[in-house]
């Protein structure tokens, strides 16, 4: 008989003011919906399961929009960079029986969810840590073991996130091309926005 794998959860860093954007970027909607509905359905979509999103700015507005399912956690220290919001996704899932998960960020409506079935193969496959690279480059989404957690969380100072813990480590991290699945774009200003093409609709591919 064969035994499926442990699940893979999904943690979606959505806390941030997006103060050059106006407002919180998980409420800009891209394609007629929020940022955080379209990063919550790349995860799920991906078969993640469960899935963290972690919320500060605009914390209740942005918790109504997740949908069913979703687990939310408020980084109290939000204020302080995007580590403050990996550190509180990686706690959410202390008790939680995954295996791994897959960190990625609301402003990246580009990523797919073949990008990160392919960190998720990655895994099982053996890898510890998994980065997705676009034309050889690190960037986001990433697959972290459990065993990588504490480690992540005692580098995720300011907004490194798991940047910093990833380059010190690079004889475990297995980089992932996805340059034919997707691309990492961030939407940081409005002129980000006005850069999306025209043919992105509704939903990740």
Do not use: F
Request: hydrophobic share 45%.
């Amino acid at each position: 008989m064969t035994v499926a794998p442990p699940p893979v959860a999904g943690v979606l860093l959505a806390a941030g003011a997006g103060r050059r954007m106006g407002g919180p970027k998980a409420l800009l909607e891209v394609g007629g919906e929020p940022l955080v509905s379209r990063g919550v359905r790349l995860l799920t979509d991906a078969g993640c399961v469960p899935v963290v999103v972690v919320v500060g700015a605009g914390a209740a507005e942005v918790t109504a929009r997740c949908g069913p399912g979703v687990l939310t956690v408020e980084a109290t220290d939000w204020q302080t960079g995007m580590g403050a919001s990996l550190r509180a996704g990686l706690t959410a899932l202390e008790d939680v029986p995954v295996d791994a998960c897959v960190v990625a960020l609301v402003d990246q409506p580009l990523v797919t969810p073949t990008v990160v079935r392919r960190l998720v193969e990655a895994h099982e496959a053996g890898a510890v840590a998994a980065v997705a690279t676009y034309a050889g480059l690190q960037r986001n989404p990433v697959l972290l073991t459990r065993s990588t957690w504490p480690g992540v969380a005692r580098a995720a100072v300011g907004d490194a996130g798991a940047r910093d813990w990833l380059r010190a480590h690079p004889e475990i991290v297995v980089a992932v091309e996805c340059s034919d699945a997707g691309a990492p774009d961030d939407l940081d200003t409005p002129a980000d926005l006005a850069r999306l093409p025209s043919t992105l609709g509704r939903g990740p591919r």
